[in-house]
């Protein structure tokens, strides 16, 4: 199932009402079916007291681009939610554009899971994770 561009622009639409990642700065890079690619500019709102990057700033960015790579491989109105996340934080970030980049490893009748890459602005890995969810309805 390709993403038309109605489709897509809804997406993005429904992307800027969901206000505590876009409180963050999160922006939606790309989307299509069953992958998702983040980002955002690392400032001093993100790090925390020994100067990186939060955990849970990173964990965020990790669980929306999962959701909105799921919004991809969904009918509209499909709803969802995690039920499990693990995060290896791989390594420190502090400044620059942070990227992840979302793909569905199983795009099952209940549950979804998926895989995680978040690369600093140099490209290089600094976490991964794992990422479960749960369809709430059968819309897919």
Do not use: W
């Not at 955990?55 to 999962?66: R, S, Y």
């Not at 995690?82 to 990227?99: A, D, F, H, Q, W």
């Not at 793909?103 to 602005?121: P, Q």
């Amino acid at each position: 199932m390709e993403i038309t561009t109605e489709q897509l622009r809804l997406i993005r639409e429904k992307f800027e009402t969901n206000h505590f990642p876009r409180s963050l700065g999160i922006e939606l890079d790309s989307i299509e079916q069953g992958r998702a690619r983040l980002s955002l500019e690392v400032n001093q709102q993100h790090l925390q007291l020994a100067g990186i990057m939060h955990g849970g700033a990173i964990a965020t960015l990790v669980d929306t681009a999962v959701a909105f790579a799921i919004v991809g491989a969904s009918k509209p109105g499909a709803r969802f939610t995690t039920i499990e996340m693990k995060v290896n934080y791989l390594r420190p970030i502090s400044k620059g554009r942070v990227v992840a980049d979302a793909k569905l490893i199983r795009d099952g009748r209940r549950i979804v899971v998926s895989d995680c890459d978040v690369f600093d602005s140099e490209g290089n890995l600094a976490a991964k994770g794992l990422v479960t969810y749960m369809r709430l309805d059968e819309a897919r």
